[in-house]
């Protein structure tokens, strides 16, 4: 998606670490009409697919999901990454390994909005080593709802999580995949 | 807002502990369509005020946040409830006591998206004790940005909140006041 791979060109900032800083647009301020070109996309990709279900992951997936969803004109439902008093016991749960935080956590997702008959497109701002993409196709698979696809904004193609997705026979599309990045020169070079 | 008030009524729930479960449609499941129709409802609420961008809060608020920022065709900021690798240091911080999570917690907004010249409206899902809203008006605050208000799509009118903060002579508009509610017979009052 050239619009993208431009933006990220133009306003994405390289870290220590193989950090790609794009939170002036993606995730800490979001650039909601830049969402909806992403929600256009994606439709193109996942066209007659008949999908009713956008399933995402809290904090920076739901933005961009529920902008996708109003294209496809379907609900939302992103899991959560910590158990709270307002959901009951009766969900589906996985654990997540977080690179960026360094941490294992639970995600959970209420049985009563996801099961069979549900044709489940998951929807991510980032893809790198995979952990968060794997929990929630996990969930997917525990619920008997149907995998269509998984939608990823932005995918670091020099890590694990790409390769791995998509050799479990996953229809995985990432608008924009990162080859290389060079945290001196700026330079970021895409697939 | 009617629509928003049969819908509370058709499928919200009354838990123990005066809990309105309202995730089949607002804060796990998201109906995007209401979304929208909540952001037009705003619109008209906010008329005229040269509003530049939306503050809200991770997680359930950012959903909504996106449909009202698409709406007033504006950025969305959201401030994150942890301090995260890919945030640089130069932010705005305020302590937010949770009763849901029963913690306090930081809430932290980077200085590049809010500050000067902004005219900020703050948006989030519930507003109960009014400590999250209290937080993100003291960022707007220390940012220097100026607070035009604040949107919430559903006020616990017998919760302390929405009265200190209107004491505060902030414009607070909420789009469903439930004045009470009974565990037993499921009725719910609306202000």
Known sequence: ???LKDRIRKDGKIKEGNVLKVDS???HQMDVKLFHEIGLEFQRRFENEGI???LTIEA???GIACLVAEVFDVPVVFAKKTQTKNIAGDVYTTQVESYTHGR???IIVSKEYLGEGDKVLVIDDFLANGKALEGLIQLVKDSG???VGAGIVIEKGFQVGGEI???QGVHLESLAIVESMDEKTGE???R
């Open 145 to 147: 709802a149907e995998l």
């Open 104 to 106: 294992i956590y639970d």
């Open 165 to 167: 997705i998509r050799n």
């Open 1 to 3: 998606m050239q619009l």
């Open 52 to 54: 009713n279900k956008i």
């Open 60 to 62: 920076s997936g739901i």
């Open 188 to 190: 970021i070079v895409f």
């Open 25 to 27: 647009f993606l995730n």
